[in-house]
């Protein structure tokens, strides 16, 4: 029997998703954990919880061999995060409008600083030839 338990965040809250394959059976039970768990608060859940747990009924699935090299199942996470990133396409989606948010702030912020720093510097201007013009 093989157990594996994956963490995402679906809004509103963080979810766990616990996978048992046995004898090429699946079964699945969705786990909520509301807040961002811990690494530490993740196992005590599995340590208290796991027997409370209701997997949904088995479907038959193909097994697939992995390899049991620790090094190998590293890399294997690795280009799999590096290829599609950590989250689900509404999540990439959403980071990348904040993104573009964050930059097109950025130019406003820099436009509105400029245009600060040209008003100052026209102000001093003005006031430089009023002084020179004698009163």
Sequence with gaps: MKTSLTVFFEAPFW???FERVDEGKLSVCKATFGAEPKDYDVWEYVLRHYDELVFSPAVETE????????KRRLRNVRKQTERSGIGTKSQQALQLQREEMKTERRQLSREERDAEAQRR??????KKKEKRRGH
């Design 15 to 17: 979810v766990g998703v």
């Design 63 to 70: 097994m697939r061999q992995i390899a049991d090299n620790p």
């Design 121 to 126: 510097f026209e102000m001093k201007q003005a």
